[in-house]
């Protein structure tokens, strides 16, 4: 629980993210979402009227269920 993994699915796939919890079906991951590459702390004039200045929403992790018979290995890595 609560550690940095790689996971390997049977049809190649591969996500990396925290072990949030595991069931006797599933394991699910909270991933690092990587963003749309908007950094800037000021909306813009683009978007004065979807959220108020200067804050936003921010989704820093999104979840992710694997079934236990879909994934090939688990593999910790470090996070520093």
Not at 2 to 27: P, S
Not at 53 to 65: A, E, I, L, S
């Amino acid at each position: 629980m609560h550690r940095y993994v790689l996971a390997h699915t049977r049809d190649g796939w591969c996500c990396d993210g925290f072990v949030e919890y595991i069931d006797d079906e599933v394991v699910c991951l909270a991933v690092p979402h990587c963003g749309s590459g908007d950094r800037a702390f000021f909306p813009g004039p683009f978007y004065p009227q979807l959220y108020p200045y200067p804050f936003f929403p921010r989704n820093r992790f999104y979840r992710q269920v694997f079934p236990l018979a879909a994934l090939l290995g688990l593999s910790l890595l470090p996070f520093y």
